[in-house]
C-alpha cells in the first residue's frame, strides 16, 4: 500500500490514505472542508465505553426518523459508513433469496460489483447512456432480478438522474416486488434541482454523514428500510460481524443532525464553484466531459486510462481514479472535493502531462 | 429488539444493549470495570477527521508490532473488533479458495457457525470433551478442511487449552497447510497459567481491544497475520466493506497500547475474585459446572436451558445466555464481567428461580 514502491496502479485501495509530499489528489471523495465544529463539542466530557445497541443509538435514529415522512426509529440501521450499510443489505438479500441476481447500472461506484459477488449474488449490468438511465434496456434486464442498486447522484458520473426516470423505477421494482437500494450519499450536493429520494415498501435508502458533514473518517453511515423482515436480517449480521458502530462517533453523528440547514447548504456554493474550476479548466485543455449535477466528481474521457493514471501519479504526482475500477475504460474519474489553490494547480500538471503527449487526449 | 413485549428469547441479539430496569445481566461479555482513563485524554484536542488508511493507523500498527516477535505493522488490520476481523478473515478464505470446510470446536462462540455459512464457507464440528479440544476427533475431522478456529480461552466454556494441544495442533496445521484463525480475545484474563499464543504462517491471530481494556463500544480490534496474500486479501475487502476503523477509536486504541502492563495485570485479581464468588455460589445452589481458568464466563448445566433463559429473564429480571446458542442444549452462559454486588443479587434470584422448579436444576 506504499507510494514509495513503483508498484502498479490496478486498485483505488492503492490511494487511500496516500498523502502529502506534494501529491494532488484528485482521488478519494472526501471533502477538504471541515466538519461543522459543534460534532467536536461533546469530546471534552464524554466518558462512555459499553456496547451500544447494534441497530444504533436511539437518540440517533430519533433524529434521522424525522428526516423521512413516516418514518421510525426501527426503520433504521447505523453502520460504519455507507460502506457498510450496502455491504449489510446484500448479504441479507443473499441470504434472504439464496443468491439471486442484483441489477446495476455502468459506470458504477467501484465497489458495487466486488460487494455484490463477495455476498454470493450475481451482478446484471445495464449500461447508461451519456450518465443516465436507458429505460429499455433496464426495462429487459430487470426481470428476474432480486434488487436494483441506483446512486443518484452518481458516483462517478456526477449525473442525476430525472425525477421521471425514479419514478417509473419505482413503479416497476414495487409492481415486481423488487428491492430497490438507493445510494443517496451525495443527496445533499446537487447543484441544479431539488432532489427526489425513493421511497416505498421495498426501499432501501443508504446514507452517510461523510460527505455532507465531511465526517469520512469517523465511519457514520445508516440504512433506511420500511421493510421489518429484512431490517432484521440486516441487524442480525450486523450484530456477529461488527456488532454496533463506534458510540462515540455516532454520538458526534447525533450532534451533526442538529446542525441548522443552512449551514450545510452554504456549502453547495463552494462546491458549485469548484466544480465550474475544474469544469471549464478540463474543457479548456480539450476533455470531453459530462457538466456534474451532483456530488463532486468529473469523469472525462482519456486515451488509455490506465496508463494516465500510472503516469499522472508517478510522474506528476497527481492522484486520479482509472475509468476501469468504474467499469468503462477510456475515462478517468477526478474528485473535486480539494481546494481551489489545489484544482489550479493540478490542472496544471494535467496540462503538462498532455503537452508530453502532444495534445492526444 | 424491546425487552418490554414478551418476545420468545431464541438469539443472542435480542439482549444487545437491554440494560436497566432492575435486570442484572450475567448476558453480554462485557467489562464494567472502566478503560484506563488515559484513552479519554485525546479527546479534548481531537481534530481529525478524514479517512484512514483501511489497513489501521500506522502509530497503531507500530506499537502492536512491538508485542509480537518478529511482526511488522504491514501484518495487522486494524478492524471493527474482533468480530469484524474475523468477519473478513472468513470471507477472504472463502473468496481465496471458493468455499470450503473450516473446523469449529463445540461449544463455539455463538457467531461462530453463522459467520462461516454467511461467507459461503461449510463447518465442520469437532466435540469438545469436558471443555477441551479432543485430538483424536480433531485430527480424523481436520482432513479435507480449508481453516481451523480456535478459541483458548475460551467463551463459553472459560477453559484453556493446554500448551501441548496447542503446539501439536499447530504441527499438524502447518503440516497441512491449514489456516489457523486464533481467536485470543481473552488472552490477557487467564487465571491459571501464561498463555501460549499460537503461531506460525498460516496463524491468523484475531484481537481486540474490547477485553483487556474495557473498550467494546469503540469497536477496535485487530488481526495479525504472517501472510501477506491474505492480508491484502483482507484490505482490499475491507475497503470495500467499511473502510478505515473510526479514526478515532484507533487513537484511543493506540493510547491504550501505552498502558503499563502492571496496570492491566492488577486487574486479574478483581476477576479472580468475581470467579471464585460465580464458581462457589453455583456450586453451592447444586450446578455442576466448570471452574474456568480464563474469560469471564460460566457454563453450568441446567435442564430445558432454553426455558430457564426465558423464565429467568421475564420472571427474575436475569440475563442469561442459551447453551443452545453456543451448539450445546441444557447449558447456560453466565458473563461475571458485573460487579459483586449484581453477582450476589444474580445468585439469589437463581436460587429462587431453582425454588420454584423444586431444586430440579
Redesign the interface.
Known amino acids: 500500500?506504499s507510494s514509495n514502491k513503483k508498484e502498479f496502479i490496478n486498485?483505488?485501495?492503492f490511494f487511500?490514505?496516500v498523502r502529502g509530499n506534494g501529491i494532488i489528489s484528485f482521488g478519494?471523495g472526501?471533502p477538504d472542508l471541515?466538519?461543522p465544529p459543534q460534532i467536536?463539542k461533546i469530546?471534552?466530557e464524554?466518558?462512555?465505553?459499553?456496547?451500544?445497541?447494534?441497530?444504533g443509538q436511539i437518540n440517533l435514529r430519533k433524529a434521522l426518523a424525522k428526516q423521512y415522512s413516516g418514518a421510525r426509529p426501527?426503520n433504521f440501521v447505523i453502520t460504519?459508513?455507507a460502506?457498510?450499510a450496502l455491504?449489510l443489505t446484500i448479504?441479507a438479500l443473499s441470504?434472504k433469496f439464496g443468491g439471486g441476481k442484483l441489477l446495476l447500472f455502468r459506470p458504477y461506484y467501484y465497489?458495487y460489483p466486488?460487494?455484490v459477488k463477495?455476498a454470493?449474488m450475481e451482478p446484471v449490468i445495464s449500461d447508461l447512456k451519456e450518465g443516465k438511465i436507458d429505460l429499455d434496456d433496464f426495462k429487459k434486464k430487470v426481470k428476474g432480478c432480486k434488487a436494483i442498486l441506483i446512486n443518484s447522484p452518481s458516483n462517478p458520473t456526477g449525473k442525476i438522474e430525472s425525477i421521471e426516470t425514479l419514478k417509473e423505477i419505482e413503479k416497476i421494482a414495487q409492481k415486481l416486488g423488487i428491492y430497490i437500494l438507493s445510494d443517496e450519499v451525495y443527496k445533499d450536493l446537487i447543484y441544479e434541482r431539488e432532489n427526489y429520494l425513493l421511497h416505498g415498501p421495498y426501499v432501501v435508502t443508504i446514507n452517510s454523514f461523510s460527505k455532507t458533514y465531511?465526517?469520512?473518517?469517523?465511519?457514520v453511515g445508516y440504512l433506511y428500510a420500511r421493510d421489518k423482515d429484512l431490517v432484521n436480517r440486516i441487524?442480525?449480521?450486523k450484530?456477529?460481524?461488527?456488532?454496533?458502530?463506534?458510540?462515540?462517533?455516532q454520538e458526534m453523528a447525533y450532534e451533526a443532525t442538529k446542525v441548522p440547514r443552512n449551514q450545510v447548504e452554504s456549502q453547495i456554493k463552494i462546491w458549485r464553484q469548484r466544480r465550474d474550476m475544474i469544469y471549464n479548466g478540463l474543457k479548456d485543455l480539450g476533455f470531453d466531459l459530462w457538466k456534474p449535477e451532483g456530488a463532486f466528481y468529473v469523469f472525462p474521457k482519456i486515451k488509455n486510462s490506465t496508463q494516465a493514471v500510472n503516469d499522472l501519479f508517478y510522474k506528476y504526482k497527481v492522484i486520479v481514479y482509472d475509468g476501469v475500477w468504474f467499469g468503462v475504460p477510456g475515462r478517468i474519474r477526478l474528485s473535486y472535493a480539494i481546494d481551489t489553490e489545489d484544482i489550479k494547480e493540478g490542472l496544471k500538471r494535467i496540462k503538462s502531462y498532455i503537452g508530453s503527449k502532444k495534445g492526444k487526449i
Chains 1, 2 share one sequence.
Open positions: 500500500m486498485s483505488p485501495t487511500v490514505g478519494s472526501q471541515p466538519p467536536y469530546l471534552p464524554y466518558h462512555s465505553f459499553k456496547y451500544g445497541l447494534t441497530q426501527e460504519n459508513g460502506s457498510e455491504d448479504r441470504q465497489s466486488f460487494l463477495l454470493g465531511a465526517m469520512c473518517g469517523f465511519r441487524v442480525e449480521i450484530a456477529r460481524t461488527s456488532m454496533n458502530t463506534s458510540i462515540l462517533s
